[in-house]
């Protein structure tokens, strides 16, 4: 018997109808071990300190719910008598990882393989066990150091922002936030530069008033120093020029210019050109993109769905190609199309990565998908059939023309398609496409009418906008451009981002939210200021996902790259906090400011030394709170302080006015804060009263569940707080029962 492991149910269910008897197939879930998380068993242990020759080895965990799932998959192999394990997880860095992972659970098996497979079809996975192969150690090593990194930079950077009381910082995320503020901050700083144009159809043809040259001292710049012929600040001029028009109802060619334009087709998909076209196409989000695109690759009808590359297979080449020609004939077949992947010479080679095809290129629609699955699986389809077509081909005329009393010249494009080459199979995703010339004749001196209306001609008066903000897929676009994401993280990057509650999608666009904006200018500073390279700089993040790509490709050695790493950063994050501890921080200067809030204005500058908080060293702040709280000066509650005293009166059916009276002062602005003020005093006697309280409808829901798990009769149960009935129980006897119940289960298990 042989067992086959997947990563998805889907998936599974995919290859079992390939594979049929004497095979096992089964998913896990995705990973099944992965460093411990924070808190549990292992987490505290350093993970960081390891001989410079070597990787660290920390203590894998299991992720949530495998180890159940993995133990009875091991139970069921042994018990089918399993002798070869398969483990097909997908074929990039962190499917190696987990393959590793299970090639080490499954290790006393008699025999163990790693498969891989681009897509999902009979052929390719007889071939993946034909070729079966051993854990590749170096793609292994390499996700095993973008794990320390990302850990070593979330678990330090994260509790340096604390202090600023923001949720995390990550070694890709946080720069990703850097590219979304530094747009926003573009965009606040923009002048917008008012200009008018004038605009008109005339034989189905767009033309454009001329009004000013680049030498012209009225010529219209924008703030870069871009020269814009059709625009004028001379909103007289512009005004002129449509009344010429209205006036005249036509215009005379003075000169045309015969052209082609070419456009060439555009490489099959890469993760991020999908993302951004089913964004532009088809209105989607990048998750819903990349839900719908694992839910075709684990049917098997498209290759794999996270690559870079845009290479394809030569066999599918060749079927797209004879679908195109027997659909539209030989004349729109192209030599194929590569993106700036593929190195110059090798033009469609078979990569170990392919560009995202469908399986089955014959196959232009798909019956039994889901709407959704249809219309990426089209534009999947339409991307790789388009790559192996020919060039579209326009015939141009580029007109310059007159209109009677007005000297500026007026121009436009005529242009009509004679060849539609790849366009061909975009017909859905396009507007109407002109196929035939102008009805006007197309000569010099010839007059060409114009059918005025209220919007023909028309004049705009506009200002120029902002920087456009980045939406989820430009955002990818720019993370791949600088070379700080891959295909596997674009998608939880920003997801992580949202989480975290550091930007807004608003409408399609990236808005950063006060929180992001205060990491991304107040935190990010201290550490990339402090080095010439910058912990989150773009460059130094990508160089770092550079050195992941050279341990895979073993041009570097995994330690080497990762003590290297450990060194830098060391050094940033030392700095970083020599730099912090030189300024005080929010919480020190609101602390002082509440301290100092109810003295008087004499002894305020007496303990200030005439200065404001903001301008103290942290020197100057660390001595001067230790001395204020040393005096043992009061100083107001705090917010928290207040509102729970408020929640705590209500609870109890106590005014406001009735519990002052307990620490004995006016009004709840009078309390103070600190462990010995009157907040903490007034807040320990009402919690104490309303423990007296009857227990809530969700403690007598768990006290009565525990009675249940722990299969004894309830009143054993209420017995631990000394009561008969659950209708007497008060909250702290819940608390008694509910308390003594978990501390029993925790000793039995440690047991």
């Not at 606040?188 to 030498?215: A, G, L, M, Q």
């Not at 629609?365 to 388009?386: H, P």
């Not at 990508?542 to 073993?554: G, H, Q, R, V, Y």
């Not at 631990?720 to 008060?730: F, W």
């Amino acid at each position: 018997m042989k067992l086959m492991i997947l990563e998805s149910g889907a998936k599974a269910k995919t290859v079992k109808k390939y594979l049929g008897k004497g095979w096992i197939v089964q998913a896990c879930g995705g990973h099944v071990q992965d460093l411990p998380s924070k808190g549990s068993k292992g987490s505290s242990k350093s993970m960081w300190d390891s001989e410079r020759n070597v990787l660290p080895e920390p203590p894998w965990g299991w992720t949530s719910g495998a180890k159940k799932k993995i133990t009875d998959m091991v139970k069921k192999a042994k018990s089918s008598n399993v002798e070869e394990v398969y483990i097909a997880t997908d074929p990039d860095r962190e499917g190696e990882f987990i393959a590793w992972r299970l090639s080490i659970i499954f290790a006393k098996f008699p025999s163990q393989k790693r498969v891989t497979f681009n897509e999902i079809t009979e052929t390719s996975v007889q071939k993946a066990i034909e070729e079966a192969r051993e854990i590749d150690t170096a793609l292994v090593d390499s996700a095993k150091v973008r794990r320390f990194m990302d850990r070593l930079v979330g678990f330090e950077c994260s509790r340096f922002s604390r202090s600023w009381r923001l949720a995390s910082m990550g070694r890709v995320q946080t720069p990703t936030l850097g590219f979304i503020i530094e747009r926003e901050l573009l965009r606040e700083k923009h002048v917008p530069i008012v200009y008018n144009s004038v605009n008109f159809i005339s034989n189905d043809t767009n033309f454009k008033i001329r009004f000013h040259e680049k030498d012209d001292p009225e010529a219209w710049l924008d703030d870069s120093g871009k020269h814009f012929p059709d625009r004028t600040f001379n909103q007289d001029l512009a005004a002129e020029a449509i009344t010429k028009l209205n006036k005249n109802m036509s215009i005379e060619i003075q000169s045309i210019k015969e052209g082609k334009n070419k456009r060439s087709p555009k490489p099959p998909f890469t993760t991020d050109t999908m993302l951004q076209s089913a964004s532009s196409n088809l209105g989607w989000s990048v998750a819903r993109t990349s839900a719908v695109a694992g839910e075709l690759y684990n049917s098997g009808h498209v290759t794999y769905i996270r690559t870079d590359s845009t290479r394809t297979n030569e066999d599918a080449r060749k079927t797209i190609k004879e679908y195109i020609k027997q659909t539209y004939g030989e004349n729109h077949l192209g030599p194929g199309v590569l993106g700036s992947d593929a190195k110059k010479g090798s033009s469609n080679v078979q990569d170990a990565h392919e560009a995202i095809r469908p399986t089955r290129p014959e196959i232009h629609n798909i019956d039994g998908l889901k709407d959704e699955q249809q219309l990426l699986y089209r534009l999947i389809w339409a991307r790789f059939a388009g790559s192996q077509m020919s060039s579209s081909i326009r015939e141009t005329r580029a007109i310059v023309a007159k209109t009677e009393d007005f000297d500026k010249n007026i121009t436009g494009t005529a242009s009509w398609r004679t060849h539609a080459g790849w366009e061909a199979v975009y017909e859905p995703y396009h507007k109407s496409i002109k196929l035939e010339p102008p009805q006007s004749e197309l000569a010099e001196g010839v007059l060409w009418e114009i059918e005025c209306n209220e919007e023909n001609p028309q004049l705009v008066s506009d200002q120029t906008k902002p920087p456009r903000r980045f939406s989820e897929s430009s955002i990818v676009q720019e993370m791949k451009k600088a070379g700080i994401g891959r295909p596997s993280t674009y998608v939880s990057t920003i997801q992580t981002l949202s989480r975290r509650k550091y930007v807004e999608n608003n409408s399609g666009a990236l808005i950063p939210t006060d929180a992001g904006r205060t990491l991304w200018l107040e935190v990010v500073p201290f550490y990339n200021e402090q080095n010439e390279r910058g912990l989150f700089a773009t460059q130094f993040t990508a160089k770092m996902e550079s050195d992941l790509d050279t341990i895979e490709n073993s041009s570097q050695s995994a330690p080497e790259v990762w003590h290297n790493f450990v060194d830098v950063f060391k050094e940033m994050n030392d700095a970083a906090k020599t730099k912090k501890r030189s300024i005080p921080s929010k919480k020190q200067i609101e602390l002082l400011k509440n301290l100092t809030k109810n003295m008087t204005e004499s002894e305020r500058n007496k303990v200030l030394d005439g200065k404001k908080p903001e301008e103290f060293t942290g020197e100057e702040m660390r001595n001067t709170l230790d001395k204020v709280i040393a005096d043992g000066g009061d100083f107001p509650a705090s917010e928290k302080q207040i509102a729970l005293v408020i929640k705590l009166a209500d609870q109890l059916g106590h005014s406001l006015k009735d519990i002052c009276k307990i620490v004995n002062i006016d009004d709840i602005n009078s309390l103070t804060g600190g462990k010995d003020g009157s907040a903490s005093q007034l807040i320990d006697t009402l919690i104490k009263e309303s423990q007296a309280l009857p227990a809530s409808e969700a403690q007598v829901k768990l006290v009565n569940k525990l009675a249940v798990r722990e299969e004894v009769p309830l009143s054993d149960i209420l017995a631990i707080a000394d009561i008969v009935t659950i209708d007497e129980m008060t909250k702290q006897d819940a608390s008694k029962i509910i308390d003594t119940v978990m501390k029993k289960n925790k000793k039995s298990k440690k047991k």
